[in-house]
């Protein structure tokens, strides 16, 4: 069974930085790409940024120039470094790992972690 653990959100002022992991446990074989999401209030789950098998990085166009997706060497670990961070960065942020095989023979499955809130005040 595959968990992904978010944690790093919290409050802070428009302006400032956050940095949030996301901890990635159990037996993967392969996976398609590891990805940030948030939601608003309101507002529909959106992508904020990918990073690939290969390391290949994707961001939202907001976010671009502000965010930086990594991940540690052993790839156990993703993070999203936010910085410049403003209002409309808050919602919850979710870690998304896609396709994941677990099994020689077992289907591809998405999982996603619980959520961690960031919450940007003006």
């Known amino acids: 069974q595959v968990q992904l653990v978010e944690s790093g959100g919290g409050l802070v002022q428009a302006g400032g930085s956050l940095r949030l992991s996301c901890a990635v446990s159990g037996t993967i074989i392969a996976m398609n790409y590891m990805a940030w999401y948030r939601q608003a209030p309101g507002k529909e789950r959106e992508m904020v940024a990918i990073?690939?098998?290969?390391?290949?990085?994707t961001y939202l166009e907001s976010v671009k120039g502000r965010f930086t997706i990594s991940r540690d060497n052993a790839k156990t670990t993703v993070y999203l470094q936010m910085n410049s961070l403003e209002p409309e960065d808050t919602g919850v942020y979710y870690c998304?790992?896609?396709?994941?095989?677990?099994?020689?023979?077992?289907?591809?499955?998405?999982?996603w972690g619980q959520g961690t809130q960031v919450t940007v005040s003006s």
């Open positions: 990073i690939t098998d290969y390391g290949s990085t």
């Open positions: 998304h790992a896609n396709k994941v095989i677990t099994t020689a023979t077992g289907p591809p499955i998405n999982y």
